[in-house]
């Protein structure tokens, strides 16, 4: 059972460097989530998606993109990145929060940025 | 503005009972969430409260009053892999979860 899977693992970026993050679910959900991780903070949401074709913007966007071609897959590009963006990235799939309440994570996706 | 609060870290022995608490200060609410998470792992679900009172799931309960803005995750007989992060996290009127920071449960032999 892969469940939610994400590519890479790790990754280390130069200032201004371009990449992406590729979040894969089999599990069925429509909603789909990309959030990032600091010490000392709670999750913040970066975007989300409510199904295929569809994003919106979560609480911190800015400097991110994101898309749903397909419903399995959501993927998250940083186009220009900066020193502010190291970070552990993790992304969640739901069949919608307020039916079954539970979110299915990724194993997270280290990024430091030099 | 929203906010969630809970301890930043508590120290418990095995065997032990131990109670996280939560309070918030959301936008509206639509349930509330404790998650585990293991050093350098993913956040795994631990239980969904909407209604208030108790509710338990094997040696772990979680309680919620929703007048007080108020909830505790208790772990009983503590062993050593409840080692963990523990998440408290509110949705909010827009179906929108708010994370608390975090509480960081070290368990001694």
């Known amino acids: 059972n892969a469940g939610v899977t994400q590519t890479p693992k790790f990754r280390v970026l130069k200032t201004g460097q371009s990449m992406t993050l590729l979040c894969a679910q089999d599990?069925?959900?429509?909603?789909m989530y990309w959030y990032r991780q600091d010490p000392g903070m709670g999750l913040r949401l970066i975007h989300y998606s409510v199904g295929e074709g569809t994003t919106a913007k979560g609480e911190v966007p800015d400097g991110y993109n994101v898309s749903r071609l397909k419903k399995q897959n959501f993927l998250l590009g940083l186009e220009s990145a900066a020193p502010s963006q190291t970070s552990v990235y993790f992304c969640?799939?739901?069949?919608?929060?307020?039916?079954?309440?539970?979110?299915?994570f990724g194993e997270g996706s280290r990024l430091t940025v030099l | 503005g929203q906010n969630i609060d809970q301890p930043t870290e508590m120290t418990a022995t095995e065997g032990a009972i131990v109670q996280i608490n939560c309070t918030y200060q959301t936008s509206g609410f639509n349930g509330l969430f404790w998650y585990q998470q293991h050093a350098g792992e993913a956040p795994t679900f631990l239980s969904y409260?909407?209604l208030d009172g108790l509710e338990e799931k094997g040696r772990f309960s979680s309680f919620l009053s929703r007048s007080k803005g108020y909830s505790y995750l208790l772990l009983k007989e503590l062993q050593m892999k409840d080692s963990a992060s523990y998440l408290c996290a509110v949705m909010d009127s827009n179906y929108q979860l708010i994370w608390g920071a975090g509480t960081k449960l070290i368990i001694k032999p």
């Open positions: 599990m069925n959900h429509e909603y």
């Open positions: 969640a799939s739901s069949s919608g929060l307020a039916d079954t309440g539970e979110l299915f």
């Open positions: 409260n909407v």
